[in-house]
């Protein structure tokens, strides 16, 4: 790995953890009064999903700019320049520590074993791009999914500022959520993997060698798994708004179970 990664990482990692501690509650203060109002565990919740949304801000949109623009990744997909695809995946590995971090101090309140899982088999993976500059496309394609987390934060929002679930904001929210959940998570499941088969017998695969194959097909393997089950969650709550399963007014919050989501 090279400095500038390490400091790319070191970097984020501190950036987003100052954003939490400083930024987010003078900002989250003046834009609305009720986060004054929360309870002590909720209010670090909030700043983490602050601070997840502005993460997912940027390399969301940055993966998008590599996709589009960057000739280099996109015709060697295994082997091609990573320079801009490190600089994004340190970002992300400085997040993901971040979280990491928090979620340890915070476990009783905030604990989550499928995002350990999740965090723990992406930095698995994005070592490998860090430390050997490989599958540059592969690993930038996965942060597409970044693109689905500020709806998802959204969310949790309107239903920490008590907001009546049936409210129109709360509704379209969900529903862009879903929308977009499934878009960049699952509808790009089959594009990518068929572009997976497509370089095995290659001799870039080859030149990866057992254990870069083994961590990318195995991790990619393991988040696909989990984005399904969330995706299962977040259509059961959203079906259940859109055909007005109600009880008295409300959604039936017992069954009613979304994504809890820190990150992607």
């Known amino acids: 790995m090279d400095m500038r990664e390490v400091y790319v990482v070191a970097g984020s ?54 996709l589009w623009y960057d000739d280099a990744v996109n015709e060697d997909p295994v082997w091609g ?11 992300t590995c400085g997040y993901l520590f971040y979280d990491l971090v928090l979620l340890a101090c915070n476990w009783s309140t905030m604990g989550d074993s499928f995002f350990v899982c999740h965090h723990l ?31 998802v934060n959204q969310r949790w929002f309107f239903e920490a500022l008590a907001y009546p679930r049936t409210d129109q904001l709360v509704v379209i929210n969900g529903i862009a959520m879903a929308v977009v959940f499934f878009l960049v998570r699952i509808a790009v499941m089959p594009p990518y993997w068929a572009k997976v088969f497509g370089t095995f017998g290659t001799p870039a695969f080859e030149r990866l060698g057992l254990s870069a194959q083994v961590a990318w097909i195995i991790s990619c393997i393991c988040l696909d798994i989990l984005n399904t089950i969330w995706m299962y969650k977040i259509a ?3 079906y259940k708004v859109i055909t ?18 820190h990150t992607d």
């Open 244 to 261: 007005g399963k109600l009880r008295g007014g409300k959604v039936d919050t017992k069954k009613t179970n979304f994504v809890n989501n």
């Open 81 to 91: 320049d990573p320079n801009l695809v490190k600089l994004n995946v340190a970002i």
């Open 121 to 151: 088999a992406a930095l698995y993976a994005y070592g490998y791009v860090l430390s050997r500059g490989v599958l540059p496309y592969f690993a930038n394609f996965r942060l597409i999914s970044e693109l689905s987390t500020p709806f």
């Open 13 to 66: 990692f501190v950036g987003f953890q100052l954003f939490f501690s400083c930024v987010s509650p003078v900002l989250s203060s003046n834009f609305t009064q009720g986060y004054g109002k929360l309870p002590p565990h909720k209010l670090n919740d909030w700043n983490s999903r602050l601070v997840s949304t502005v993460h997912a801000l940027i390399v969301g949109l940055f993966c998008l700019y590599i």
């Open 236 to 238: 059961r709550g959203c």
